[in-house]
């Protein structure tokens, strides 16, 4: 799963078969990886050559008749098929989609033609996309390299942080508030959907 980035349709790492300790998969050139763990970190990409991959990730093979590779992949990473997938996901802190639920998903099938268009369409924005990320990528190295420079002022005094800077500490859940506390609701990470809030469950906390 490390090795898939969130919204990328490539692979952007690989390692060694050895490294997985379940069961492998075998995928090739063409197949789409979906990340059924967490589905709504977005993991999926296109597979541009053969390998293997965890049993987290589902192999998707597209049918010569019925879809081209590059629209099951735009297809797969579409909101509509994201918010399916946490729908029906299974686990509370680590959520997953089974692959038997996956497939009984309701998609729309345009006719090849339309697919090639509408994937090409789809790939040349993304390819517009991977190319302001590399320049924000050079950027912030460039600003990296210029803070650096501008914060090592060899004549300056130098001085511990704890002598110009304390640590703020926040609520434990269940621990003790020194003080008058209230009941105050929060937010735990089962709240927090992609885009939007679940607040069918909101738990609550004494703080000051």
Not at 83 to 91: E, L
Request: hydrophobic fraction near 40%; charge should be neutral; charged fraction near 25%.
């Amino acid at each position: 799963m490390e090795h898939l980035e969130s919204q990328q349709r490539a692979i952007v790492r690989w390692g060694s078969s050895d490294e997985a300790a379940s069961s492998k998969t075998p995928f090739g050139a063409g197949d789409v990886l979906y990340g059924k763990l967490r589905p709504y970190l977005r993991k999926v990409a296109l597979a541009d050559s053969d390998g293997v991959c965890s049993t987290e990730i589902i192999v998707l093979r597209p049918r010569d008749t019925a879809m081209i590779p590059e629209f099951l992949y735009y297809l797969c990473a579409s909101p509509s098929l994201l918010r399916y997938s946490i729908d029906h996901s299974a686990g509370t802190r680590m959520p997953r989609i089974s692959p038997s639920l996956l497939l009984k998903a309701s998609i729309p099938v345009p006719p090849i033609q339309e697919q090639r268009r509408i994937a090409d369409l789809l790939s040349a924005v993304d390819t517009a996309l991977e190319s302001q990320v590399q320049r924000v990528a050079a950027a912030r190295v460039l600003s990296a390299r210029v803070i650096d420079s501008l914060m090592n002022d060899p004549l300056w005094p130098i001085r511990r942080l704890d002598e110009v800077a304390d640590v703020g500490g926040g609520i434990t859940v269940g621990g003790r508030s020194s003080g008058d506390t209230r009941t105050v609701p929060y937010l735990r990470v089962a709240n927090v959907q992609h885009g939007r809030l679940d607040l069918g469950e909101v738990k609550e906390v004494e703080a000051t």
